[in-house]
């Protein structure tokens, strides 16, 4: 059989739909969401009124990631990286398509029997009536009445919590056991399990709690791929899909050890799972690498937990076991998001170096742990303190999160309240330490540091040249004295290197290079190979700077209007800010 992606992008094709490509996997504009956990979060601005360039019926296979599950994962169902196959109408068809559509790839593509389905509808409340036409569209296609229920806001309304887009939904079920289905359906029954999503968005929640209607009526559906691959290959474990099958094979044989044996097989699901993720979330053109914040930390917590149950598994954790199962993943996954087949040497080179960070520190910490809760085990406390978990944090690497799944396996647990009134003291005496370092460093638009911003762009490029196009900036702080930029590297410089950059940077400055500026679309701007952060939104004016046809970069300025304003540019210093975070200082002398 075909697999299921393709079956329902193309389907959806047929139906009308362009299929777009997933956005990436972080949120963009969005800094309360680490990452994206529904099909429709990045396309939030269309389903609220925006034009979609492709037109008003959409369809795509997004990566999603749901972090509450993290810890969860390791029984047969939960992941952390999955993907949400969607269709989307903007404004276009509603109700009726929608669930005509979802019904007829259920029964003819998939070729689910009807005896095996059942649907639920909203109740209604206040704000909405009673979803009857929903019923009244699935009694058409042939659904029992029996088989329709109606439910409350818990289960039949669908936004995200922080409000935007929301409406009512219906839900479809399937009947996931050999027994026949019962005439009736049960929503409490466990073994009706919920399959597709069809949401009619006819509101905005406001950040005052209050509906406003849309001007647009919308449909949004979501679909989980590995639900219901498991629901089609007719297994109750979803790692025992096609979509695994090989991978946990893969786990098997490195290991040495059998998925039937259910402990070895929550440590084969947990690393699966992880490297996947890893290799997502690696792979995004949002450049993350593990670091002790936001998406980088779930990077890294990803990572070790992966590494600590290969080392469970009694895998030999120094070998090339990671970089195995990761190219499977590349394999696998690089035909629906290129962006794999871009990254794959940073890849395989933020993985290796945040092994070899832990793996050094690993046995260590371990052996500390057990020194501790021995003592403490004998003492009758069974709680690790939090001084002592930062301890792990911060000598051998252990995120909190791990110190409690290792306390949780001798029945001990630890004080995550303690472990963060210290780090966050931690925090605040490197904060304390880095404010007094910069304190010259205001950002004003002196003469000096407008040059200073010119140079960053120089560097910017000549990096990407000398290091290969994955560079791409992290963070730039720039006075009057100085230039700071961080970028996305993997390893230390060489001399010749930062020779070869500085040589360039130098090189253009002395080609008199002019500076201009020009005003476009963000996707003019893309096309044009500009770098810069890229915003999502279709049709937004940015300003791009150009310094003769050597560099592009989307940025509000102000900067030089030659580059033989600028002096010699010299490289003080280039240091590790993070793993796979690289940090220039530089200078122009005049
Ligand atoms: N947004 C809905 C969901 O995530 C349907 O796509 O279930």
């Known amino acids: 059989m075909k697999n299921l992606?393709?079956?329902?992008?193309?389907?959806?094709?047929?139906?009308?739909?362009?299929?777009?490509p997933s956005a990436s996997v972080i949120p963009e504009n969005d800094p309360t969401c680490l990452f994206n956990t529904a099909g429709m979060q990045p396309l939030i601005p269309y389903l609220l009124g925006e034009k979609h360039p492709l037109g008003t019926r959409l369809t795509d296979v997004q990566k999603c990631f749901r972090l509450t599950?993290?810890?969860?994962?390791?029984?047969?169902?939960?992941?952390?990286?999955?993907?949400?196959?969607?269709?989307?109408?903007?404004?276009?068809?509603?109700?009726?398509?929608?669930?005509?559509?979802?019904?007829?790839?259920?029964?003819?593509?998939?070729?689910?029997?009807i005896e095996k389905l059942a649907v639920t509808v909203f109740r209604g409340n206040d704000l909405v009536d009673a979803d009857n036409e929903s019923a009244e569209y699935w009694m058409e296609q042939?659904?029992?009445?029996?088989?329709?229920?109606?439910?409350?806001?818990?289960?039949?309304?669908?936004?995200?919590?922080?409000?935007?887009?929301?409406?009512?939904?219906?839900?479809?079920?399937?009947?996931?056991?050999?027994?026949?289905?019962?005439?009736?359906?049960?929503?409490?029954?466990k073994r009706w399990v919920e399959i597709w999503n069809n949401v009619f968005m006819q509101y905005n929640k406001t950040a005052e709690d209050k509906y406003e209607s849309l001007e647009q009526k919308n449909v949004d559906t979501g679909m989980g791929v590995e639900r219901t691959t498991a629901i089609l290959e007719n297994v109750d474990d979803n790692y025992k899909t096609s979509i695994w099958k090989d991978i946990i094979g893969k786990i098997e044989d490195i290991s040495n050890k059998s998925y039937e044996n259910e402990n070895d097989a929550r440590c084969m699901r947990i690393i699966a799972d992880h490297i996947r993720a890893v290799v997502i979330i690696t792979a995004d053109d949002a450049n993350i690498v593990p670091s002790n914040t936001d998406q980088g930390y779930i990077l890294r917590r990803l990572i070790r937990r992966m590494i600590r149950y290969a080392k469970k598994l009694e895998i030999d954790i120094n070998s090339d076991f990671d970089i195995e199962l990761a190219k499977m993943i590349f394999k696998k996954y690089s035909k629906y998001y290129p962006e794999i087949d871009r990254n794959k040497d940073r890849i395989i080179e933020v993985l290796t170096l945040e092994k070899n960070k832990f793996s050094r520190t690993l046995e260590k910490g371990i052996k500390e742990f057990q020194k501790i809760t021995e003592i403490l085990k004998k003492q009758n406390i069974n709680t690790i303190n939090g001084k002592t978990v930062f301890r792990l944090y911060d000598t051998f690497g252990f995120p909190p999160e791990m110190t409690g799944e290792f306390a949780g396996e001798i029945g001990m647990d630890i004080d995550m309240e303690g472990f963060k009134k210290h780090f966050n003291e931690h925090q605040e005496k490197s904060?304390?330490?880095?404010?007094?370092?910069?304190?010259?460093?205001?950002?004003?638009?002196?003469e000096s540091n407008i040059k200073y911003h010119t140079a960053t762009h120089l560097l910017h490029q000549a990096l990407k040249d000398v290091l290969g196009n994955d560079v791409n900036q992290k963070g730039s702080n720039i006075n009057s004295e100085r230039l700071r930029f961080d970028f996305s590297y993997p390893s230390k410089l060489t001399d010749e290197q930062k020779q070869k950059v500085e040589s360039i940077v130098n090189q253009k400055i002395s080609e008199a290079l002019d500076v201009t500026v020009?005003?476009?679309t963000v996707e003019e701007a893309?096309?044009?190979g500009a770098v810069g952060l890229f915003t999502n939104k279709y049709g937004d004016i940015v300003k791009v700077y150009s310094i003769g046809d050597y560099s592009k970069?989307?940025?509000?300025?102000?900067h030089v209007k030659n580059t033989s304003e600028l002096g010699i540019f010299k490289i003080k210093?280039?240091?590790a800010v993070g793993a796979g975070v690289r940090r220039i200082k530089a200078v122009l002398e005049i």
């Open 573 to 575: 210093k280039e240091e």
């Open 431 to 446: 904060r304390a330490g880095a404010t007094e370092k910069f304190k010259g460093g205001l950002s004003d638009h002196s």
């Open 142 to 189: 042939g659904i029992p009445k029996e088989r329709i229920a109606f439910l409350g806001e818990e289960d039949n309304w669908w936004g995200v919590a922080t409000g935007g887009p929301c409406g009512s939904d219906t839900e479809i079920f399937y009947w996931r056991s050999e027994e026949e289905a019962p005439i009736v359906f049960d929503p409490e029954d």
């Open 526 to 528: 893309k096309q044009k």
């Open 518 to 520: 020009e005003e476009m």
């Open 5 to 20: 992606k393709d079956l329902y992008l193309n389907f959806f094709e047929s139906k009308g739909h362009k299929i777009i």
């Open 553 to 558: 970069e989307i940025c509000g300025g102000p």
């Open 69 to 113: 599950d993290l810890d969860e994962v390791g029984d047969k169902t939960h992941h952390t990286f999955f993907e949400m196959l969607g269709n989307w109408s903007l404004g276009d068809y509603f109700k009726k398509e929608s669930i005509a559509w979802s019904f007829e790839f259920l029964t003819k593509e998939l070729n689910i029997p």
